[in-house]
């Protein structure tokens, strides 16, 4: 569902509302606002499905991968009222940002994708104008397990990809705790905290691999 298509005051709840009758799962790849505006307003109703997000921090990456911190955990700290209260409403599963920094798009992909028509060649334009903008091809030159011609990570496609049961995916069944420190949301393990799927290890090699091979209809 494109929730950016709402026009209406309360269009995108009553949009959600209808897709999880319908037996929707909730992918957020984004920051929480709109979520907890629907939880707010039906309560209740995301513990009935499943939920699952982009972001999280317990640990840093694998050496050789980016050492992101919470810092960067964009889709939690963005607005952090709004992840507390989905993340302890919705028994969530959690595609933190040390995973996503073993899937990747690279240039040596682009040929492929440019190959496949209007919509290749444009996601191959977005790539290499988006790396160049974030200076992405640094990280390859920085970290040993990176390739040299790094576009971009996959963070959202892992977690569309573990919402569909892509079996790639290692998850852990965890309690955490939501801790606020110097302005930032720190997770931490917690017996006492909400109960979480985290994902804990990825097949990179093999996501990025799957994920060409369907974006350019190779199954």
């Known amino acids: ?7 209406r005051p309360g269009e ?4 959600l509302d209808a897709n999880i009758d319908r037996g929707a799962t909730v992918i957020a790849i984004g920051p929480h606002t709109n979520l907890a505006a629907y939880e707010a307003i039906r309560p209740g109703r995301l513990a009935a499905v499943p ?7 317990l640990n840093f990456a694998r ?3 980016p050492q992101w911190s919470w810092e ?3 889709n939690i700290q963005r607005d952090q009222e709004a992840s507390r209260l989905v993340i302890s409403r919705c028994a969530p599963t959690l595609i933190p940002i040390s995973i996503t920094a073993e899937v990747f798009l690279r240039e040596a992909d682009l040929p492929r994708l440019e190959g496949e028509g209007p919509l290749g060649r444009l996601i191959a334009h977005q790539a290499k104008l988006q790396a160049a903008y974030e200076r992405k091809q640094e990280y390859g030159w920085q970290f040993s397990l990176l390739p040299d011609d790094l576009l971009n990570f996959h963070y959202d496609p892992l977690t569309c990809a573990a919402a569909v049961g ?14 606020n420190r110097d302005g930032v949301i720190l997770m931490r393990r917690d017996p006492q905290g909400v109960p979480v799927r985290f994902a804990t290890a990825v ?3 093999r996501f990025n691999r799957d994920w060409l ?3 350019t209809s190779r199954r």
């Open 166 to 179: 892509w079996d790639g995916i290692e998850m852990s069944h965890l309690s955490i705790a939501l801790d």
């Open 72 to 74: 960067v955990d964009y």
């Open 213 to 215: 091979d369907v974006v």
């Open 1 to 7: 569902m494109d929730l950016t298509r709402c026009g």
């Open 203 to 205: 097949d990179g090699t």
């Open 12 to 15: 995108v709840i009553d949009l």
């Open 51 to 57: 939920v699952f997000i982009c972001g999280g921090w």
């Open 63 to 65: 050496n050789g991968l």
